[in-house]
C-alpha cells in the first residue's frame, strides 16, 4: 500500500509562498508521473500541476501557470510544489496523488493513490 504524506501548508498573506512537499512510503513512486489537487470549501476537487516519472514533463491549471512550479525528487521519493505570489483564490485543502502511469494527465480518475491533504489559506 503506497502511503503519500503532505506537508508545508499553512496561512500565508496574498503574494506571498510557500512550498509544499509530499513524502511517499515506498521507492515504486519514482515510477509513476505524479501530480497535485486541490479542493476550496464547498467546490469540487480540481488539477492543479502534474509532472511525468523523469520529471521532464509538467503540466498546470490555467490558473497557476507562472506562479506555480512542480518538482520531484525520485532518489528521495518526493514531489514538491513551490507556490508564489499566492492569491486568496488559492486557498484550498491541497493533495498529492500518484498516476496511474509514467506519463501526465489532468484527470483525477488516473490517479490511484492520494495523500490525506494539507491546508492552505492565502489571506486577503
Do not use: H
Not at 5 to 13: D, H, K, N, T
Not at 54 to 75: E, L, M, Q
Request: charged share 20%; glycine share 10%.
Amino acid at each position: 500500500q503506497v502511503q503519500l504524506v503532505e506537508s508545508g501548508g499553512g496561512v500565508v498573506q496574498a503574494g506571498g509562498s510557500l512550498r509544499l512537499s509530499c513524502a511517499a512510503s515506498e521507492r515504486t513512486v519514482s515510477s509513476y508521473a505524479m501530480g497535485w489537487f486541490r479542493q476550496a470549501p464547498g467546490k469540487e476537487r480540481e488539477f492543479v500541476a502534474c509532472i511525468s516519472k523523469s520529471g521532464s514533463s509538467t503540466r498546470y491549471t490555467d490558473s497557476v501557470k507562472g506562479r506555480f512550479t512542480i518538482s520531484r525528487d525520485n532518489a528521495k521519493n518526493t514531489v514538491s510544489l513551490q507556490m508564489n505570489s499566492l492569491k486568496p483564490e488559492d486557498t484550498a485543502v491541497y493533495y498529492c496523488a500518484r498516476k496511474r502511469n509514467s506519463y501526465i494527465g489532468t484527470g483525477e480518475y488516473d490517479y490511484d493513490y492520494w495523500g490525506q491533504g494539507t491546508q492552505v489559506t492565502v489571506s486577503s
